[in-house]
């Protein structure tokens, strides 16, 4: 799917406060310590919503950072780095993205030739290299039991699949460390990913040009820690944290982890 060029209202109005908290901040260049924050631009991935940053959001919010959490279309990884990359051009001054997941994918293409992306954060996160894809890099260390854990696909109308998380299946799979409840209503609320966005190569990759950081989960069942960690190291991570005792939904059990990565990447020269 090609993005559109159109904003719902909701986010034209988040855009606008961004860029207005944005204003004087005309390049990543601006003083970290003396000129206004950066953005944080937060993209979830597959099987999850923008709800999943609340706790994060909460906490860097309450920090004086302006926040983005936008919807991740979910449908094709080249239109999905697209649809952010429109995003990211109506922000004013100094950004640092975050992705979650497939989220991981989508900002390693999208920040490409952005000069205001000043760093990549990634959370129990895909950091593909070119030509690499979430199947291709989900298959190359064993322990991943997510295929298993798939409702029956949707057909669609063009060949490809919505793929979901069985709602039985989500909280021992997705978020183990999150309370019953809470995993239940994730469960019931998540995006669906078209399947062709998981086997589709990502293009040059821009963590090879910006500074990257790692938030890993332990105990995640979907992204084996082996392969975030292989990842990390590949993408020189300047700063890597381990959570064993999470899950893939480390952003939703652990914000405060999370959201003291970002600071840390956003302040540090």
Do not use: C
């Not at 901040?25 to 597959?46: F, M, N, Q, W, Y």
């Not at 979650?100 to 950091?127: E, K, Q, R």
């Not at 057909?155 to 039985?168: A, F, V």
């Amino acid at each position: 799917m090609r993005i559109r060029n159109l904003l719902s209202l909701s986010a034209l109005a988040a855009v606008g406060i961004a860029a207005s908290l944005g204003t004087g901040a005309t390049s990543a260049a601006a003083d970290r310590h003396h000129g206004p924050k950066p953005t944080v631009v937060l993209v979830h991935g597959a099987f999850a919503d923008s709800s999943s940053w609340h706790g994060v959001v909460s906490r860097l919010q309450k920090n004086g950072y302006p926040v983005l959490a936008p919807a991740n279309p979910l449908r094709g990884l080249s239109s999905d780095a697209d649809y952010l990359k429109q995003l990211l051009a109506t922000v004013s001054g100094p950004v640092v993205l975050v992705g979650h997941s497939y989220g991981g994918s989508v900002i390693t293409n999208a920040a490409v030739g952005n000069p205001n992306v000043t760093d990549l954060v990634y959370v129990a996160a895909f950091a593909p290299d070119a030509g690499e894809s979430v199947l291709g890099l989900s298959s190359q260390v064993p322990g991943s039991t997510l295929p298993e854990s798939l409702a029956p696909p949707v057909p669609l109308g063009d060949g490809s699949h919505d793929l979901y998380i069985r709602q039985d299946a989500y909280h021992g799979q997705f978020a183990a460390d999150v309370s019953p409840a809470k995993a239940a209503l994730s469960a019931v609320t998540q995006r669906p990913v078209r399947d062709a966005a998981l086997a589709e190569g990502s293009g040059a990759p821009a963590w090879k040009t910006i500074p990257s950081w790692f938030v890993l989960a332990g105990a995640d069942k979907n992204i084996p820690i082996a392969g975030q960690r292989l990842m990390a190291e590949r993408a020189g991570s300047r700063h890597t944290v381990q959570v064993d005792t999470a899950s893939h939904s480390i952003a939703v059990s652990h914000p405060d982890v999370v959201a003291d990565l970002i600071d840390k990447a956003a302040t540090t020269r």
